[in-house]
């Protein structure tokens, strides 16, 4: 019978070899997932002689790993924004990029009387957008649209488990906002090109395919929002999306083509922690 900490020892050498990063670290949270205990109380129970159970429970958290599969998805959650989220391969893993965006709305949005207003979070997946907001501003009229009814099955869940009253739609992109207008509009569309897909970490792949390839050059969804957009927003409502990290140019060109004469007030970018244009803010007249 095999104590704990034989068990991490096997398993930090197993990740090891396969070229993991922080592989003790890595082997630490899904031992602890699969004995449901803390990475400290982990510690405390190094001598613990294993159950048959417990051990068959570790050896499949982390084989499930050792196949490239996410950690997120292994054990099932990720922490976002203050809320934590369940997470299937029905839903793309939350990035840290997205937590940017959601701060940076954040943070306009609290310098706004939000009563009345509607925010739609469009492709909103696991829901991290949406509800993190909701989560912050309880008067904020919170929807959440996708294409996929297993995606909007996860956000449900999601909505449930941070305690949010929020309204669900499902269609294609602004199709169930058909001549309906919102406060504020903040989508993650598939931005990935489909040439770009084999090139991809194994991990990365796990993910729902549909939820990352936006067409041949990644921008599809971003020149259906740049002709659709505007008649879905009031006066002066503010949209944000999440763009790849060599778009910008190319999302100027499909909102903005002619400076002059834009038909939007405000058109910017935000940058991410390695300063990279990530974010494009636009607000209407």
Not at 85 to 107: C, G, H, M, W
Request: with cysteine; net charge negative; charged share 25%.
């Amino acid at each position: 019978m095999k104590t704990v900490l034989e068990i991490l020892t096997l398993s930090t050498e197993y990740f090891t070899k396969l070229g993991f990063a922080n592989p003790r670290k890595q082997a630490i949270e899904l031992i602890g997932d699969a004995l449901q205990t803390t990475p400290i109380d982990l510690y405390l129970q190094f001598d613990r002689p294993l159950e048959e159970a417990e051990i068959q429970k570790c050896r499949e958290n982390i084989k499930r790993r050792g196949a490239r599969e996410p950690l997120q998805y292994i054990r099932g959650e990720v922490d976002f924004f203050d809320c934590r989220f369940k997470v299937t391969s029905a839903v793309l893993i939350p990035r840290n990029e997205t937590e940017i965006l959601v701060d940076l709305i954040y943070q306009e949005l609290s310098q706004l009387s939000l009563a009345g207003c509607q925010l739609w979070d469009i492709c909103c997946g696991s829901g991290c957008i949406g509800i993190s907001l909701k989560k912050k501003f309880p008067d904020l009229q919170v929807y959440l649209s996708d294409f996929s009814e297993a995606a909007l099955q996860i956000a449900k869940a999601n909505a449930e488990l941070n305690q949010v009253e929020v309204v669900f739609v499902q269609g294609d992109l602004l199709q169930p906002f058909k001549g309906k207008q919102a406060d504020f509009v903040v989508c993650n569309p598939p931005y990935v090109a489909e040439s770009e897909w084999n090139s991809l970490e194994q991990e990365v792949k796990f993910e729902p395919k549909s939820a990352l390839i936006g067409g041949n050059d990644g921008l599809s969804f971003y020149r259906r929002l740049a002709t659709e957009l505007k008649n879905h927003l009031k006066p002066k409502a503010k949209a944000w999306l999440e763009i790849g990290a060599n778009q910008g140019n190319s999302i100027q060109m499909l909102f903005e083509p002619d400076k002059v004469a834009s038909k939007w007030k405000v058109c910017r970018f935000a940058k991410d922690w390695s300063n990279r244009d990530r974010f494009f803010f636009l607000e209407n007249e």
